[in-house]
Each structure stands twice: as structure tokens, then as C-alpha cells.
């Protein structure tokens, strides 16, 4: 009776006693100080102060009813969907809005509700997942910001190919260990394309050199990043290395001479086609003549083949014993040039020219962790 009353009141009642009522009625509600009989009364009267004009009043109903875990999602969800300064605290601290809820939202809501959810003290993978396929710069920013958002690797990769573009986007990703590879890959690609693109370094150095200079430090940090990767995830990569052209005789024959043997396995039998076991057996016990066979069927030409194959038979007889692997790519290249062979010597001085860039970055490594250590 007293809720029919209270109904009765509103309807002349000044907007900032209606405010003021209603908050009394909400947090009597949620703190369950209204008898069970006139639960459902109250409830009636909160419905419909959803239509009330006053967006004082329904500010007064979220705010009683954000936190209160047993509220009527008749009022919870139009809450959600009013007014940012209303919605806000509904969509930050109420736990009665379910995944599919917070999906509506973000698919529908505008830039401001997706902060509102990317900012939830839980976001699940699903939830996640909706905001890395809608999601702007700034939402997706608060997602890789909060510690209680669960983000699945596939929606890192989505973010990746999305927003990769962002510089703060991309050192978000980059620092993050669950960040797939062939996603990271792609991010150090971003980086390189940035750097390149700066009118002040292309006047410095030249169009080409920089060209140059890019791509060979995203060699280098491509072939840093293989020791990383997991087996399960050598596949993706590699795939991905190849659909972005990266799967030069150059990098190839890097990887062969440097000694990432499943790197280089996983590689081949990507662009060979044939079976990852058929090919680490050829490649470890089988003739010359069957090395280059599989070279050929990579679509490397004869001599080149016939390059990969010699190099293979070094590295076989360095890896059990000889002066270090490193080695290889420098027997070959002063074979080369002994022989005369222009387009084998032009390749592995390219060869030649990655590996000195990734000492460089290993010294540069090592120096800055003696620094720290002394310190």
C-alpha cells in the first residue's frame, strides 16, 4: 500500500523530490528492508520511473541499484542503455549484466560505452572479443590496460590487424607474452613502416637506404623472434612469413646458416608442400642430390638449389663438431666468389650483411644488460 501511495505522489511531486524518492525506494529495495508482499510493488513503481523525464531520477535508481546483486534486470538493462552518466554506473558495477548483454552493448552503445565495459573490474574472453572486432583506439587502449580483462590470442591478433597502426596499441601487444607470433610479427612490420615513413629520415638517409635499413631490421627481428616461439605455434608463422613475402633465399638461407633448424624445417615444408617429418629426414640424413630436389620443389631455382643443398652439407658437418655455424655463410660466400657466380655471391653477401646486423643487435643486447648489472 505504501508503493501505491508513493505512485500517487510522483505524479506531482518537483523533479528533485522525485530524485530523492526514488533513491529511497531503490536502496530499500536492494537492501531488502521492503516486506516480501511489496517486493514486487517496488518493483513496479522502479519500472516505471524509467520513463520518468528527470534524468536525476533514474541517476538516483542506478546509483542505488548498480551494486546490488539481486535488482530486477527490467530495470538494470534500460539503465544500461540510458545516458552515459546513467548507464555508467550500471554498466561498471553491476554483475547482473551477462555476456551477451555487454556484447549488445558494445555492438550497438557508442564509443563511450565500450570505455564503460572495457573498463569493468572482470571482462571475459567473450566480451573482449566483441571489443577487439568494434572496438576504437581509446576502448581498446582501457582493454589492454586492465589487468581484469581476459583477452584469447585470437582477439590479440584481431587487435594486431586492426588497430596495429597505433604506436601505443602496438607497445601494449608487443610487451604482452600471450601475443601470438605471427601477430607480433606483424606488429614489428607496423614499426618498421612507421619509422620509414618519417619525412625527416627519408631526407637523411635516402628512399632506398631506408628501405633497406627497415627491412633488414625486421629480418633481424623476426629471426630474434623464432628462439621464442613455441613448436605448436611455428606453423602460423611461418605461413604468416610467407602470405607477407618474407620467405626470401636471403632469410632462408639466414635461418639454414645461423642454425634454426625448426624454423628452417618448418619453412620448407610449408613451401614444398610435403610433410614436416619427410622433410626434417631429408634435410638431416639425406644425399645432396635429394636436398636439392626438395629445394627445387620450393620454387628456388637451380642454382640457388644447388646453393641451399651445398650449404645444408656444411651445416651438417659444423653442427656435429666443425667451427661454429656461423662459419657456413662465410665458407660459401668465399666459394662464390672464387667460383665467379654473381647472383650466389649477390645473395649471400645480403646473407652476409643480416648477419652482421644481428650481432650488432646482440652486442647492443649485451651491453645494455652489463650496464644494468653494474649499476
Known amino acids: 500500500m505504501i508503493v501505491h501511495a508513493f505512485l500517487r505522489w510522483i505524479e506531482t511531486a518537483r523533479a528533485a523530490d522525485r530524485a530523492k524518492a526514488a533513491s529511497v525506494l531503490a536502496r530499500a529495495y536492494a537492501k531488502a528492508r521492503i516486506a516480501p508482499d511489496d517486493r514486487r510493488a517496488a518493483e513496479m513503481a522502479m519500472i516505471f520511473l524509467l520513463d ?8 538516483a535508481l542506478a546509483e542505488a541499484l548498480a551494486s546490488c546483486a539481486d535488482a530486477p534486470r527490467a530495470v538494470i538493462l534500460p539503465l544500461a542503455e540510458d545516458q552515459p552518466e546513467i548507464a555508467a554506473h550500471i554498466i561498471l558495477c553491476s554483475c547482473l549484466l551477462t555476456d551477451a548483454d555487454l556484447v549488445d552493448l558494445a555492438a550497438k552503445g557508442s564509443d563511450v560505452t565500450r570505455m564503460l565495459i572495457a573498463n569493468r573490474s572482470h571482462v571475459s574472453r567473450a566480451v573482449s572479443a566483441a571489443l577487439a572486432e568494434v572496438g576504437d583506439v581509446e576502448d581498446v587502449l582501457a ?3 586492465n589487468e581484469g580483462a581476459m583477452l584469447s590470442r585470437r582477439s590479440l591478433a584481431r587487435i594486431a590487424e586492426r588497430l596495429g597502426h597505433d604506436a601505443d596499441i602496438r607497445a601494449l ?3 604482452r607474452e600471450d601475443l601470438p607470433s605471427d601477430a607480433r610479427h606483424a606488429l614489428v612490420e607496423k614499426v618498421g613502416t612507421a619509422l620509414a615513413g618519417f619525412g625527416l629520415i627519408q631526407a ?4 632506398g637506404r631506408v628501405e633497406r635499413i627497415t627491412r633488414e631490421a625486421c629480418d633481424v627481428a623476426t629471426i630474434g623472434m623464432v628462439a621464442d ?4 605455434e611455428m606453423p602460423a608463422l611461418v605461413e604468416h612469413l610467407r602470405v607477407t613475402g618474407r620467405l626470401t633465399p636471403v632469410f632462408l638461407m639466414h635461418a639454414l646458416c645461423t642454425g634454426r633448424a625448426e624454423f628452417f624445417v618448418a619453412a620448407i615444408a610449408n613451401l614444398s608442400g610435403q610433410e614436416e617429418r619427410r622433410v626434417r629426414s631429408i634435410l638431416s640424413d639425406g644425399r645432396e642430390a635429394a636436398v636439392r630436389a626438395l629445394y627445387e620443389t620450393t620454387g628456388l631455382g637451380v642454382d640457388i638449389s644447388a646453393l641451399f643443398a651445398e650449404a645444408t652439407m656444411l651445416w651438417r658437418r659444423e653442427a656435429k663438431g666443425g667451427d661454429g655455424l656461423h662459419s657456413v655463410s662465410e ?5 662464390s666468389r672464387a667460383m665467379g657466380n654473381a647472383a650466389c655471391q649477390a645473395m649471400l653477401e645480403l646473407v652476409e650483411r643480416l648477419a652482421i646486423a644481428e650481432q650488432r643487435q646482440t652486442a647492443r643486447s649485451y651491453a645494455l644488460i652489463a650496464t644494468r648489472e653494474a649499476a
Not at 637523411?204 to 628512399?207: E, I, L, P, S
Not at 665458407?331 to 666459394?335: D, E, H, S
Request: net charge neutral.
Open 52 to 59: 520518468d523525464p528527470a534524468p536525476k531520477v533514474r541517476l
Open 143 to 145: 582493454l589492454l590496460e
Open 173 to 175: 601487444l608487443l610487451d
Open 204 to 207: 637523411a638517409v635516402g628512399t
Open 229 to 232: 616461439v613455441a613448436p605448436t
Open 331 to 335: 665458407m660459401l660466400l668465399a666459394r
